[in-house]
Structure formats: structure tokens, C-alpha cells
């Protein structure tokens, strides 16, 4: 997994399934599908927004991607702030246009589409990861990708209701004796 320079160490951590890690280091022109999802600046206008996705598909069309599929970024609430700095001056930004792209690629080029991402100022966090066609075609289709399992129900929660003590009543003598069982027990304890 490829992580945006930001990110910090003890940032969360979201585990995909059907993904792996990606080696930026290879010589290997082999090809492998790839998914980068990005956040871009909250701040940008939809122009803005259009040019810096452009700038992207550029920049991977370059580097000889073959597009698998895409999603164009919408305004979307953060689950955290992030920081990023911009103009020597960090920033927090709790939103952002997520977007994603997947794209086939060889393994030598994936290095050259990270540096271009790290060099992009509008470009607030990014995540590049492999995939599969499959899975992408199953994103695009709306396939659910995540299964949250339900607990069965099992009645309400509710506050245990005491069982009623019998009698209501107590002599004196029998009073007196409880007390003093109570009494020996908690002697017993210590």
C-alpha cells in the first residue's frame, strides 16, 4: 500500500479485502490493475476540481494506463480532520472531493504516477492500491464490497426487574438475627 507523504504513523488504518501492496521499487514491466482513491483540497472550486482530475488522467494516460474505471470526486465530510500544508502554512480540513480511479499499468510506472501525485497541490491525501477488474466492474455495478454483519435480536434491554420479597413483615428477634449473620459473614471475609 502506497500512502500519501502526510499521512502520519498513527493514522487510522482502514484493512480492504481483495487488495494488495503495491512495490514502488520494481524494474518489472509486468502490468497490474491499480486503484488510487484521493482526496482533493475542500477548497476548490468545480472547476478546479475538473482541471485537477484532468491533470490526473493526463498524467496517467503518460505513463501508459489502460482505465479500468472511474468516479468522478464528490464534496464529502471527513471522518477526521486532516492536515495538510499549503502556502508554507498547515491547514486542517475536515472535508473533501473524494474520487477513485482504477487503470492497468506495468509495475515500473507506478513509481512516476506517486510522484506525480506527492507533487500535486490539490491533491490533499491519496491511497494507491491493487485490485482486480472484477472488483472494480463490481464498484461500478454497485456491487456491495462490504458486509456488515447483524447480531440476531434477542429481546429488549432493559433494567432486571428484583424478584418481591415474601412476608413484608419481621419481628424484632428476627431482625436482630439477620443482622447478625451479616455481621459474621463480613467478619469471615476479612
Excluded: C
Aim: aromatic share 6%; glycine share 8%; net charge negative.
Amino acid at each position: 500500500m502506497v500512502l500519501s507523504p502526510d499521512m502520519q504513523e498513527n493514522d487510522t488504518m482502514i484493512e480492504l479485502t481483495e487488495v494488495g501492496a503495491v512495490d514502488t521499487g520494481g524494474d518489472d514491466a509486468v502490468s497490474s490493475v491499480y486503484e488510487i482513491g484521493y482526496h482533493l483540497l475542500p477548497t476548490l472550486s468545480e472547476g478546479e476540481v475538473q482541471q485537477a482530475v484532468s491533470g490526473l488522467m493526463e498524467g496517467l494516460k503518460k505513463e501508459g494506463a489502460v482505465f479500468v474505471g472511474d468516479r468522478f470526486p464528490a464534496k464529502t465530510q471527513l471522518a477526521y480532520p486532516i492536515a495538510k500544508r499549503v502556502n508554507s502554512k498547515r491547514t486542517r480540513y475536515d472535508s473533501a472531493h473524494f474520487g477513485w480511479v482504477a487503470f492497468e499499468l506495468s509495475k515500473d510506472a507506478i513509481a512516476n504516477v506517486k510522484t506525480m501525485l506527492d507533487a500535486s497541490p490539490a491533491v490533499l491525501r491519496y491511497l494507491i492500491v491493487t485490485t482486480s477488474k472484477e472488483a472494480v466492474a463490481a464498484a461500478l455495478a454497485g456491487g456491495a464490497t462490504f458486509h456488515l454483519a447483524t447480531a440476531p435480536v434477542t429481546g429488549s434491554i432493559e433494567k432486571p426487574k428484583r424478584a418481591a420479597e415474601g412476608g413484608g413483615e419481621m419481628s424484632e428477634t428476627a431482625l436482630d438475627e439477620a443482622l447478625k449473620d451479616i455481621a459474621a459473614e463480613d467478619t469471615k471475609a476479612e
